[in-house]
């Protein structure tokens, strides 16, 4: 696809877009996003030529989300490329290579992150012309970009299907437009269940330590006219088990090809609740989450700083002086616990391997 053709597509998609979270300028040659640390309380854009700001606003969880990571890490690649001096293809490569590891040094669960990159590199590690490189790097990162909307907005069109009018769902951390180039994940479903006319209720929960779920979510859904009801994460118990809430419906990070998967520290404890008072428990996430493995030992666990739990946002200490903290980021839900995994091919239930195995084989 020409660049001409891809920008009228991103035109027409960003016209669609009721939040658009991180968008190519293309007069500037720049990466906005919006900072989703400050949501609620300012809605601010940020922009850089730098593919090193764009690493550290992924590091720093300004742009976060496993589906967002990916594709900004895919315009920081392309960033570095094109604003590279470099006249010999061999050089300009070996940069992008140092530009590739400092951007996946990031956010280690993220499978999309290391995904997005190797479909950037894959676009231009053979070509041999210095013109034709930079073409291609940010043709590949608009892609990466349409493609990501296009596929959630089918994902929740698949979705959606599985959620019935007056349904009561409880999610956990942000899986909407936030976390996404737009619309969402599981979200995205809800979104679009809404936009069906299906009446719904949504338990949000506050996601500690970063409250990605107050935030972030409340701020989507409070846009969006969908009723919710904030809770702490520990409420799932007691909301499963006196069957406030027919469905839970998550995100995730990782998924292995025989369906465990990861997402926000938080989703296990939910997954448990579901099981424990009868309910499904789904996810929803794109193909480009998916990892070829079959062993979640293969998922890294990123670990955060302790001081993300011991106060709140950095702020007010909540604990003792000196306090012992461990802040790992994600947990791994087993298949057993699953009911469906959504994606933008269709839906893999049971023994996950074998579906798994064929949703990624088929074309989109
Ligand atoms: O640490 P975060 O905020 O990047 O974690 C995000 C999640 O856990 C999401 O559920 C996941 O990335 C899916 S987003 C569509």
Same mark, same amino acid.
């Given at each position: 696809?020409?660049?001409?053709?891809?920008?009228?597509?991103?035109? *027409?998609?960003?016209?669609?877009?009721?939040?658009?979270?991180?968008?190519?300028?293309?007069?500037?040659? &720049? =990466?906005?996003?919006?900072?989703? #640390?400050?949501?609620?309380?300012?809605?601010?854009?940020?922009?850089?030529?730098?593919?090193?700001?764009?690493?550290?606003?992924?590091?720093?969880?300004?742009?976060?989300?496993?589906?967002?990571?990916?594709?900004?890490?895919?315009?920081?690649?392309?960033?570095?490329?094109?604003?590279? *001096?470099?006249?010999?293809?061999?050089? +300009? +490569?070996?940069?992008? &290579?140092?530009?590739?590891?400092?951007?996946?040094?990031?956010?280690?669960?993220?499978?999309?992150?290391?995904?997005?990159?190797?479909?950037?590199?894959?676009?231009?590690?053979?070509?041999?012309?210095?013109?034709?490189?930079?073409?291609? /790097?940010?043709?590949?990162?608009?892609?990466?970009?349409? &493609?990501?909307?296009?596929?959630?907005?089918?994902?929740?069109?698949?979705?959606?299907?599985?959620?019935?009018?007056?349904?009561?769902?409880?999610?956990?951390?942000?899986?909407?437009?936030?976390?996404?180039?737009?619309?969402?994940?599981?979200?995205?479903?809800?979104?679009?269940?809404?936009?069906?006319?299906?009446?719904?209720?949504?338990?949000?929960?506050?996601?500690?330590?970063?409250?990605?779920?107050?935030?972030?979510? /409340?701020?989507?859904?409070?846009?969006?006219?969908?009723?919710?009801?904030?809770?702490?994460?520990?409420?799932?118990?007691?909301?499963?088990? #006196?069957?406030?809430?027919?469905?839970?419906?998550?995100?995730?990070? #990782?998924?292995? =090809?025989?369906?465990?998967?990861?997402?926000?520290?938080?989703?296990?404890?939910?997954?448990?609740?579901?099981?424990?008072?009868?309910?499904?428990?789904?996810?929803?996430?794109?193909?480009?989450?998916?990892?070829?493995?079959?062993?979640?030992?293969?998922?890294?666990?990123?670990?955060?700083?302790?001081?993300?739990?011991?106060?709140?946002?950095?702020?007010?200490? @909540?604990?003792?002086?000196? /306090?012992?903290?461990?802040?790992?980021?994600?947990?791994?839900?087993?298949?057993?616990?699953?009911?469906?995994? @959504?994606?933008?091919?269709?839906?893999?239930?049971?023994?996950?391997?074998?579906?798994?195995?064929?949703?990624?084989?088929?074309?989109?």
């Amino acid at each position: 696809m020409k660049n001409v053709d891809i920008r009228k597509e991103i035109d *027409k998609l960003e016209g669609f877009l009721s939040i658009k979270p991180l968008y190519w300028d293309f007069e500037k040659g &720049e =990466l906005f996003w919006i900072d989703t #640390r400050l949501i609620p309380w300012q809605e601010t854009y940020r922009s850089t030529k730098d593919y090193r700001r764009i690493a550290e606003a992924i590091k720093e969880m300004e742009i976060r989300g496993a589906p967002a990571i990916g594709v900004a890490a895919s315009y920081g690649l392309a960033l570095s490329i094109i604003n590279s *001096k470099s006249r010999k293809a061999d050089e +300009l +490569l070996k940069e992008a &290579e140092s530009a590739y590891y400092i951007l996946s040094s990031t956010r280690p669960t993220a499978y999309n992150l290391f995904w997005a990159l190797k479909r950037v590199w894959n676009s231009i590690s053979d070509l041999e012309d210095v013109e034709e490189i930079k073409e291609k /790097a940010l043709n590949e990162a608009h892609k990466i970009y349409v &493609e990501d909307v296009k596929n959630n907005v089918e994902m929740g069109k698949i979705g959606s299907k599985i959620v019935e009018n007056n349904a009561r769902i409880v999610t956990h951390c942000n899986t909407g437009a936030l976390a996404t180039a737009g619309f969402g994940t599981a979200l995205g479903v809800i979104r679009y269940s809404h936009l069906e006319g299906k009446n719904l209720h949504v338990y949000v929960d506050e996601t500690r330590p970063l409250l990605q779920g107050a935030r972030l979510t /409340a701020w989507e859904l409070k846009k969006e006219g969908i009723p919710f009801t904030l809770v702490v994460d520990g409420a799932s118990g007691l909301i499963f088990s #006196r069957s406030m809430a027919n469905m839970a419906l998550v995100g995730a990070d #990782r998924i292995t =090809l025989n369906g465990y998967i990861a997402n926000k520290i938080g989703t296990l404890n939910l997954a448990l609740a579901a099981k424990h008072g009868g309910k499904p428990f789904y996810v929803a996430a794109p193909t480009s989450t998916i990892q070829k493995t079959e062993n979640p030992n293969d998922i890294l666990i990123e670990e955060r700083s302790g001081e993300e739990i011991t106060s709140i946002m950095g702020k007010l200490r @909540i604990t003792v002086d000196g /306090a012992l903290s461990y802040n790992p980021a994600f947990d791994i839900t087993p298949p057993e616990l699953i009911e469906a995994i @959504i994606t933008e091919k269709g839906i893999a239930k049971k023994p996950f391997l074998g579906e798994i195995k064929s949703l990624l084989s088929q074309p989109f």
